[in-house]
């Protein structure tokens, strides 16, 4: 009985589907099903925009709101007041791997946060530039963190940047289709996988790049030891778990990533592979 019903409501969902989509391809179609189908909540985003050295109309703000309305996505733009800087210049170019904060905006980011201490640590903050010296620059910020620099502009091209870097915030990757969302030049579409993809990724909020605040003792490589048995599963001791992963040296992943050194090989793959390990 509950099988059909089961049925019965897919079929349904999928009939709406067809009628309110019959332009999707036959994936799209059915990554729509499954987004209805997890009856997802309407998730409210905040993200406040910090003018810097210039002024800034408002009205871009009430677009800002449905970029991604349709992953059920409401993101709630503020913006406060202009931060005047002590030297009104162009930016220099960002690192070109996308992954660390230049140290002109790590020195922006926190004397900014260090004047406004009471921030809300669950929100996405962009500062709004005057721009970067290379002119072809609209916007700079690190997947998955919430922190970005944009060029302030009263053209599309900023609303398209601050798309992009919205995703990429959620967690997209960008798209060689010029008519995706995710396009870091055109496109303003998102499909219904990439909602899929915005609504199981945890936001952390993070206004700090992976190279940040690194724990280590006394500086030194982190590499892990461990016991394995015929089948590759790490063996762990039932009684004391903690001496099973032997760690003479603590860092982090980068460090040892930019040691070159033949002592060594990195043994990470199989261990992360395998998240389930057997007791002995």
Not at 23 to 37: M, V
Not at 92 to 117: A, C, I, W
Not at 124 to 140: P, Q, R, V
Request: aromatic residues 16%; glycine residues 2%.
């Amino acid at each position: 009985m509950l099988s059909a019903v089961i049925k019965r409501t897919a079929a349904l969902l999928f009939f709406v589907v067809l009628i309110q989509f019959p332009s999707l391809s036959q994936t799209e179609k059915e990554d729509s099903l499954l987004f209805i189908s997890n009856n997802f909540q309407e998730k409210n985003i905040t993200v406040y925009f910090i003018p810097v050295n210039i002024k800034v109309k408002k009205d871009f703000l009430e677009s800002v709101k449905s970029l991604y309305a349709k992953s059920k996505i409401n993101f709630y733009p503020f913006l406060l007041p202009k931060y005047q800087t002590e030297k009104d210049e162009l930016w220099s170019n960002p690192p070109l791997d996308s992954l660390r904060y230049s140290k002109q905006m790590k020195v922006l980011r926190d004397k900014y946060f260090k004047s406004f201490p009471s921030k809300d640590p669950n929100a996405i903050y962009y500062f709004l530039i005057k721009g970067f010296t290379n002119e072809d620059i609209h916007a700079y910020s690190i997947p998955t963190k919430a922190l970005g620099f944009i060029k302030y502009n009263e053209d599309s091209t900023f609303l398209k940047s601050l798309a992009f870097h919205l995703g990429s915030t959620l967690g997209l990757e960008a798209s060689s289709d010029s008519s995706n969302i995710m396009h870091p030049i055109f496109g303003n579409q998102l499909t219904w996988k990439q909602c899929l993809q915005i609504r199981s990724f945890p936001i952390s909020y993070s206004l700090y790049d992976d190279y940040e605040f690194v724990r280590t003792n006394n500086g030194l490589n982190a590499y892990y030891f461990w016991n394995e048995d015929k089948d590759g599963w790490i063996e762990i001791d039932s009684t004391n778990p903690l001496k099973s992963i032997i760690r003479p040296l603590n860092a982090t992943v980068y460090c040892i990533m930019s040691r070159l050194t033949t002592c060594f090989s990195i043994r990470f793959s199989k261990f992360i592979q395998k998240q389930f390990v057997r007791c002995t």
